[in-house]
C-alpha cells in the first residue's frame, strides 16, 4: 500500500469512527421508555380477574427513577405516572374512550396534562410553578425553550394505545400537574373509566389506591 493510499486509508477510518461515536452519543441521549411487566405485578394495581383486565400506575417520584427522562419534569410541577393496562382475555379491550382521573386525599381531581399543557410550561416556568411537592431531591426553576429533543421526549413517552390486544400489555405515561398540591399520593385514588370490551360494553371502572405504591417504600 503507498503512502498516500495508506493516509486516504486513515482519514477514512477516522470518519468513520467520528460518525459512529456521534450516532451513538444520539441514540444514548433520545428517550427509552421502561420496558413494561403485566399490571398485576405493580404495587399499585387493579385487577378484574372475570373481565381479565389489569390496570396499574407506577409514580415515577424519586431521583434514581426519573433519571430516564432529560426533562426534570418534576422542576416543572409534573408527576410522571407509569399507566400499564394488561389484557389477559382472549378478546382485544378498547380504551379509545379511557378517562384517567387521579384523585387526591383532599379530593382535588386531576387529569393528565395534554403535550401541549407540558410545552407551555417548559417554555414558561415562572408561569405557576411552586416547589411545594415534597420530593427526595431539590426542585428549581429552570429557564428555557422546548428543544426538538424535548418535544420528541414528551411525544414519546405518552401513553397513546387506543387498544389492548388479546394476551397483551400496552404502557406508556401520563403527567399530572401537582404543583400546589403537598404529598399528592399519600391517600390518592387513580380512577379509570372507559375501557370497553369487544362488544362495546364497558367494563366496571377501576379504583388503583397509590397508597399500595407508597407502603412497600416506607
Known amino acids: 500500500m503507498s503512502l498516500l493510499a495508506w493516509k486516504w486509508w486513515r482519514r477514512a477510518l477516522l ?5 459512529a461515536i456521534f450516532a451513538a452519543c444520539l ?15 405493580y404495587p399499585a394495581h387493579d385487577d378484574h380477574s372475570d373481565e381479565k383486565v389489569a390496570i396499574a ?5 424519586t431521583a ?6 432529560s426533562i426534570n419534569f418534576h422542576d416543572h410541577g409534573f408527576l410522571p405516572v407509569f399507566f400499564v393496562v394488561t389484557n389477559n382475555g382472549d378478546q382485544p379491550v378498547s380504551i379509545s374512550d379511557m378517562q384517567v382521573t387521579l384523585t387526591t386525599a383532599n379530593n382535588s381531581k386531576l387529569t393528565p396534562a395534554s403535550p401541549d399543557d407540558i410545552y407551555r410550561r417548559l417554555v414558561n416556568p415562572q408561569g405557576g410553578t411552586k416547589p411545594q411537592t415534597p420530593l427526595p431531591f431539590p ?27 388479546p394476551h397483551n400489555t400496552q404502557s406508556g405515561f401520563l403527567f399530572f400537574d401537582v404543583e400546589d398540591i403537598d404529598a399528592p399520593l399519600s391517600g390518592a385514588h387513580i380512577y379509570v373509566t372507559g375501557v370497553d370490551d369487544a362488544k362495546g360494553n364497558e367494563l366496571m371502572y377501576f379504583d388503583i389506591p397509590m397508597d399500595n405504591y407508597l407502603k412497600p417504600a416506607h
Open 139 to 165: 426542585r428549581s426553576k429552570v429557564k428555557g425553550t422546548i428543544t426538538e429533543k424535548e418535544r420528541n421526549e414528551v411525544e414519546s413517552s405518552q401513553f397513546a394505545a387506543r387498544a389492548v390486544e
Open 57 to 61: 400506575a407506577d409514580p415515577y417520584d
Open 15 to 19: 470518519i468513520l469512527c467520528l460518525i
Open 27 to 41: 441514540a444514548a441521549k433520545n428517550f427509552s421508555k421502561p420496558p413494561a411487566q403485566p399490571a398485576k405485578s
Open 64 to 69: 434514581e427513577k426519573t433519571r430516564i427522562f
